[in-house]
């Protein structure tokens, strides 16, 4: 039940935006994902989350981001994954809250 959020920490411009929405979530919102992180259990033992998604090609270029995303779990882009493992209620709140943030 924690939403992280990637890229305020080479543009801290954005870190008071992320306060804002931690105290104003109906979700554990979070700064992370901001580099390499080890892996437990998954055959890789460092993951570059800089890396790791569509905002790629922005971190490369440091170019501005914010990617919003979940931490890792034991079905993180597995085959096993199944929707019923989503709890609705986050997802929900999840969704809103990226929502709220595109409003700011």
């Not at 800089?50 to 270029?61: G, I, L, N, T």
Request: proline residues 4%; hydrophobic residues 35%.
């Amino acid at each position: 039940n924690r939403l992280l959020v990637a890229g305020s920490e080479k543009h801290p411009r954005f870190k008071k935006l992320l306060t804002y929405l931690a105290d104003n979530s109906a979700v554990r919102v979070q700064a992370g994902h901001d580099g390499k992180e080890r892996r437990k259990g998954r055959g890789v033992n460092m993951l570059d989350w800089r890396k790791a998604s569509d905002h790629a090609p922005f971190a490369e270029k440091n170019i501005p981001y914010l990617y919003f995303g979940v931490d890792l779990h034991r079905y993180y882009h597995k085959t096993s994954d199944k929707a019923e493992y989503i709890d609705p209620r986050f997802f929900i709140a999840a969704t809103e809250t990226v929502r709220d943030f595109d409003l700011l």
